[in-house]
């Protein structure tokens, strides 16, 4: 049954899928799905296998009914339930845990692809995903490294990844490049692409007119050009075309204050130049509740902003704080941008310069 995405008023059914089934990915699900407020806002459903969640939830949720369902249409959405639709076989050994593991990828990648035919059909609002491992998922077979690859791949389009922490947004013009690469990636036309791609897919999610600040690459936004003149040649020009295609941006704003402007709610949303000058802004601020959102598909995919966690996997420690917020952002935009991005897409010509052109990876 295919969801109306004219209507906003109803509660998002998100797609958790589980991630690496040898990771925290299940132990997170299970603890996450309990937090009342997330129940109040949206109906979950987990993409996984059955038997390693109903394994979890008798650990942390003694008597928390684990039911196997076949479609979200299926699901009851009630506190007292973790409704499942299993992706792939079905198998994996618990004693493998903690490891890297073929089958573990296999269940991975396929929790994914599952989740993208269902909300491609519209059965579903959004994906949220936990973290898998690179290491397996390619032992596995698959031809993508990740899940930026395979969302790209899956629905021909080109992801631009945003981070969210509270009130600041990040966009990267440059990420999992070494520091010298990322420097010499950075050109008029990068710059340019990232900016307006920040601004569209901003409107996608809700803001009319959205305001960015691009971060300066040097100490001072170097200085007049005493500090390095990548400001001046670079930043500068393409900031100036942004302005002349219509965009609301402001730059080059030093870095050491325009991740606090942006949290102070200065900007609706800071460009960040390559990896770590975004990545340090927002994970000092809360490395918990930064999560990790993948703008520039049909529909909106939310992330936990870790990893499988191995070391601790099976032990019922680990937090699920990250899940939570990541679920929390999944609702705040899934529809909005859903409907945002049918409407703007179906406006713009195949030439339209505020398309996002380039893609990045993410962890």
Known sequence: MSRDCKDVTSKPVLLVTMGDPAGIGPEICVKALGHPAIRKVCKPVIIGIPQVLAWYAGMLRPGLAVTAISSPAEASGGPEALEVILAGDGAFDLAATGTVSPGAGHAAYSALAAAIVLVQSGEADAIVTCPLNKEALVSSGSPYIDHTEALAALTHTSPLTMFEVRQLRIFFATRHVSLEQSINLLD??????????????????????????????????????????????????????????????????????????????????????????????????????????????????????????????????????????????????????RRNYQIMTAQASPADPRLPATRDEES
């Open 188 to 337: 008029k036309e990068t710059v340019l692409k990232t900016i307006t791609g920040a601004s569209l897919n901003m409107r996608r999610l809700g803001f009319p007119a959205p305001r960015l600040a691009v971060a300066a690459l040097n100490p001072h936004a170097g200085e007049g050009g005493l500090f390095g003149r990548q400001e001046i040649e670079v930043l500068a020009p393409a900031i100036a075309e942004a302005k002349n295609r219509g965009v609301n941006v402001t730059g080059p704003v030093p870095a050491d204050s325009v991740f606090a402007q942006g949290l102070k709610g200065r900007y609706d949303a800071v460009i960040s130049l390559y990896h770590d000058q975004g990545h340090i802004a927002a994970k000092t601020y809360d490395f918990e509740r930064t999560v990790s959102v993948t703008l520039g598909l049909p529909f909106i995919r939310t992330s936990v902003d870790h990893g499988t966690a191995f070391d601790i996997a099976g032990k019922g420690v680990a937090s699920e704080v990250s899940l939570v917020e990541a679920m929390k952002s999944a609702v705040r935009y899934a529809q909005v941008y």
